[in-house]
Structure formats: structure tokens, C-alpha cells
């Protein structure tokens, strides 16, 4: 399923977006600060979250429903829930295969596929379905004397077709066996089993990464076992132990008391790390990954006032000279935390994946000028390039003279990304933003024609 366009309504500082389209592979919202964009993209996110923030699945209505409206919502909640996103998906063409081969080529009137979901876990969906042909479908095989088959043929409900059915006097095996299978489904429902069996299984998963998510420079070791332990890890604190997943290294690597064994852990880690990331990131390729444990100090500000202190430090064999993490360009630091993050996730096969990146930094490095990240947010999972979906400041808007002051509004434009060998790639962005913007600023280039 392809996601085409989302509309979020009543989340936090968003009380309807209007309907944002969605391109296959890059969509970019820009605007300013507070214009409701990381609200746009967490309320995205909740649809079916791949990597639960702080835990959170589902839509509080007491945290996320715009306060300014909530006295008169609260009057009407129990019998209609806010819906929060609207999003409509497109059937690609191996699950209209799938969804044909059980119910005949014409049991769909069309391929959109609309999921709602809001408050109370409310998820609905809703796609075009010729219930008579389905039924005629299921039904063709049927042998029994005319006077059975007549309303059997007749029937364009679920409902209508188990009541001929049961009237059989003399059930063949193909009449016992469709009985049993209209049993099996969820309220012996057409719509319950097309939601079961193929649009809840095959609804895209959302991975959200922001700036909270970029891994820190040192590490309490008990302080993130402790959290580990509790499953209270903060986003930072996953994005660590996604980069020791990333070599099949874990904390109990860091425990060992034999001084020559630990320093063999820490330098296989960091080599298996440093040989992984630098495939992506081209702009010095000399830098190197060093881990290192040491003692707390006592003074340092809390946890790190715990020990044992892992520390992750970048090694630049031009200066001589390593840096901790976290002191490198924000450019590394995000690219290097997402890659770790992203790449110890579990991906789902049968479904795509969508990427939300809450930052700036995102933006410049899909584009493929900015370290080939473009190579690993569209990579494949299970042979589909994933779509992702941006989020930067009203700063570093695109150059387009239709852009309205202070309202929403949308563009599609084909934008040339110069990757850093100089060819081209062109890929469609969809824009989002809330004001005019300067001639350059976003990606590498414009086209004349923007």
C-alpha cells in the first residue's frame, strides 16, 4: 500500500491541515517554527508507529486534543471520537493479485484504501467492495439441485448467502467447507476479513526520528542498563544500543573485568561500526569510531556522576586527534545516529515503511550531496524503496514565487538533486509551507522552471 495523501485533524496544534499529498519518494513540509509541522508528522507517526516514542501507540485525547476546543469536545467524545488522521493508501498491484485470487477480479470498485484513526483507538477502514460479485466468486463451484442454488446465486450479503447456504438439505463438502470459512471470519464479516487478512497487514509502518533521537558522547553504563531494564530508555539512549546492535555488540560486552578482553570488545565494535557507517558517509572517510570506558567523576553532572562511563569518540587521523561524539558536526551526529537507529529496527516483510524526519538536517541529507543518505533512508525492505517524509524551518525554504503568506499550501515540483560525483537525480517533492521563501536555500539546485 502506497500512502497518497494524509489529512490531520484536532492534534495538538493542528486543527486540520487540509488533504497534504504524498509523493512516492520525498515529501518535504516546510513552514515556521510553531506552524504545526513535528505535530503534523507525530500524529503521522501514531497511525502504526514502528518505533513507539516514549512508548506512546495510541492518541491522548487529554494531551493531544487542541485545548482551546476541549470543553465542548468533552460533551460529545464518547459518541464521536476525533478522528486525527484521514490517510488514503493506494493498492499495489501484487495485493490486488492477492485480494482477487480469494474473491474473483471484480470483488473491488476501486484501489484507495482510506484509514481513519483518533482518540479512543479508534481505526477504521474503508475501500470499495462488490459484495455480490465477491459472493458469486466464492459460490461458482457450488453444485446442489437448482431450487438450492437459486437464492445461493441470489445472495449479495454475507448474511443472505449463510442462510441459503445452511438451507441445503444435502451440504456437499464445497458447502460445508464455504460455511466453515464465512465462519472464520471476524463477525462473519466480508469487510472484518478484508481488514484482517490484508489491509491491517499490509498498512505501511511509520519510523519518526528528530533531533531527541541523536545518540549522545558518553553513557552512563548502570544508568542505561537501569533504564533498560525499567523499558524507560530515551530516544538518545536507544540510538546507542542500535549502533552496538548494528556489530552484535550489547551492554554485557562492557562488564568483563580482564583488561585485554574488554579492549579487544571495544576495538571489534568499533571497527565492525566504523567500517559500516563510512560506506554512507563520504565526505572523510579517513575518521574512525573509538570506544572507550572509563571512571565517573564525581563532580560531572548527573548520570554521568555513575560509572563505569562508556565513551564514543571520533578518531581524525589528519589532525591526530579524537573528539567525543557529540562535539562533531551536527551534520555527522545525525547522520550517525539515524543510520544506527534506523538500521537496527525490525522491519516488517509485506509492508512498507515510511520515514518521518523531524529536522532540518534531514532534508539536506536525502539530498545525496549531503553524504549519500539518500542510499540508506530509500533502501529497500523486502525489495521496496521506502518513502520518507520531511520536516524544516520556514529558514531554509524552497525558491517557489507561488508560495501565499500565512496559509497552507502545496506544490509538486521535479527538484534535481546533485549528488556529489555531479550527476543528477530528479526526484518529485511535494511542499508544504506557510510563507514565502528566499530564491536558494533547501536542496542543492532548482530547476529553471521553479
Known sequence: M????????DYRSVEDSGTVPIEIDVTCLVGKNESGKTAFLQALHL???LNPIKNKTQYDEVMDYPSRKSSAYKKTREANPATVVTADFTLEEHELDAVRAEFGPDCLTGTTVT?????????TFSVGIDTGAALRH????IEVP??????????TTVAALKAALEAVAEPSAAVTALLARIAGWRKESLSHHLIDTYWSEWLP???????????RGRVSLPHIKAREEARTLEESEKTFLSLLATVDADLADFETANFERLTRELEGAANGITDKVFEYWTQNKELRLEIRVSSADPDDEPPL??????????YNPRHRVSVPFDERSRGFVWFFSFFAYFSDVEQQDGRRTVLLLDEELAVRYVNPAGENL?????RTVAGKPLAAVCACPATLQAAFDNALDNSWGYTGQNIELKRSDGELLHVNCCLLYTSPSPRDGLLSRMPSSA
Open 2 to 9: 502506497l500512502l497518497k495523501d494524509v489529512r490531520i485533524q
Open 47 to 49: 497511525l502504526n508507529p
Open 115 to 123: 484509514v481513519k484513526a483518533g482518540y479512543y483507538g479508534n481505526k
Open 138 to 141: 466464492l459460490t461458482a463451484a
Open 146 to 155: 437448482s431450487a438450492e442454488l437459486k437464492p445461493i446465486k441470489a445472495a
Open 205 to 215: 509502518v511509520f519510523f519518526y526520528f528528530d533531533d531527541y533521537s541523536t545518540m
Open 305 to 314: 556522576n555513575q560509572g563505569p562511563i562508556v565513551n564514543v569518540r571520533v
Open 374 to 378: 539518500l542510499a540508506v533512508s530509500l
